[in-house]
């Protein structure tokens, strides 16, 4: 099968990518970024690197006439992005799925499209079933602006699914694992792993009493494979993620203990971090029922199990970076 992913040097888009190339299918990644998460893909034959954005129509109408399958995981994303430049996440976001849609819709495609727990919002009734409300702040906060650009991309898969698109529209929860980010930017397990190999104290915003549900890649991979292949999928819109719930706090001492470094843990205001463009949710709880029921899957690695990996992971990358800011 020829599966073609956009964003397919990303963090999920990469391990996305080496999960099809390893089942014997043909991959085609277009992505804009680093090419640093599909080095060791890049000699494989069957693995093809087209460097360029979604925001090209054009190559992506091309793109899609000679895949099967296509996953559209190429988005802006990192709370950092939220804040700083609210324009490049609605632009991309919104424009660049339109482009997708539109090109599978032509050429009668299969589309998985990667939405985002975020579209919930802060919504206090969890867990949140795929029907749930979608609750946020005001426009005036620039943090909703992801949440929204992935909601309003969604309502387009709808609309598409309407016409006959084939679509199926994965909501993940707090994916995390080897590769994620660079250390110290983007979400907080790197935030915190960049402190800890450093033996820093852990930044835990607030009072580090919200929650989030931690999701392992590889679990979050073979749900993303499901996605694609079992036909109940199609139409449908799934969580995916763990439904094991952790605060930031017990996130940070975790990694602390697994570490067995010297770091502690150190609470800082949100506003210091993020100015006042900025509200945090409080808690974030995925109803797995429906991934189960569709795709068979439910996640498997416990919180110790994939930390540890993703730590050990880091470490050698940083080792093998010699100290420089290469991970
Ligand atoms: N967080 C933290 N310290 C940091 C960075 C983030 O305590 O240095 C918190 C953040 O306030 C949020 C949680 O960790 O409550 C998860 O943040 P992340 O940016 O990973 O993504 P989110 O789940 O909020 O989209």
Known sequence: MKVLI?????????????????????????????????????????????????????????????????????????????????????????????????AAYKHGRRLVFSSTSEVYGRNPDVPWGEDADRVLGSTSIDRWCYSTSKAASEHFCLAYRRLGLPVTILRYFNVYGPRLDQLDVGRVITIFLGQLLRGEPLTVIGDGTQTRCFTYI?????????????????????????????????????????????????????????????????????????????????ARTPLEEGLARTIAWFRGAKAAAGQSDGV
């Open 6 to 102: 956009t964003g397919g040097a990303g963090f999920v888009g990469s391990h996305l990518a080496e999960a099809f190339v390893a089942r014997g299918d043909e991959v085609t990644a277009l992505d804009t970024g680093s090419q640093a998460k599909v080095r060791h893909l890049l000699g494989h034959p069957r693995f093809h690197l087209v460097v360029d954005s979604v925001m090209n129509a054009e190559i992506l109408d091309g793109l899609a006439a000679k895949a099967d399958l296509i996953y559209h995981l190429a988005g802006v994303v990192g709370v950092e992005h939220y804040v700083a430049d609210p324009y490049h996440v609605l632009n991309v976001n919104v424009n660049g799925t339109q482009h997708v849609l539109r």
């Open 218 to 298: 590889d679990d979050a991979i073979r749900a993303t494979i499901a996605a694609g292949l079992v036909r109940e999928a199609e139409g449908q819109v799934l969580n995916i993620g763990t439904d094991q719930e952790t605060s930031i706090r017990r996130l940070a001492e975790l990694m602390i203990e697994l570490g067995g470094g010297r770091s502690t843990v150190r609470l800082v205001p949100q506003e210091r971090v993020y100015g006042d463009s900025y509200e945090d949710v409080p808690r974030r709880i995925p109803d797995v029922t429906r991934m189960h029921r569709t795709l068979g899957v439910l």
